[in-house]
């Protein structure tokens, strides 16, 4: 499976592969299992944080490339702001 981790301060919201141990033995309304994630441990994810394994090739991050482009005279403001940075860290 996939299991799904939320944005923190430091990395955006990523799947990454896991195994399932078990259901979790918990009294909970909603279903749980326990993962391995590697890297990660053992790690009790409810069933909305999991999914079947993507079958899309993974991205080559070397594929990519930059391009600089000209901003338009509307936006240029904008980019002096702190808004701007947090906005443009996020896509980068």
Do not use: H
């Not at 944080?49 to 391009?67: D, H, K, Q």
Request: hydrophobic share 40%.
């Amino acid at each position: 499976v996939e299991a799904r981790f939320p944005a923190t301060a430091e990395n955006p919201a990523f799947w990454c592969s896991a195994f399932v141990v078990q259901e979790a033995k918990e009294e909970s309304a909603t279903a749980s299992y326990v993962c391995y994630v590697s890297g990660k441990g053992e790690l009790t994810l409810p069933l909305e944080a999991l999914r079947a394994p993507s079958e899309e090739p993974s991205l080559n991050p070397l594929a990519f490339t930059r391009v600089a482009m000209e901003v338009e005279p509307s936006l240029r403001s904008w980019l002096s702001l702190g808004d701007c940075r947090g906005c443009l860290e996020q896509i980068r």
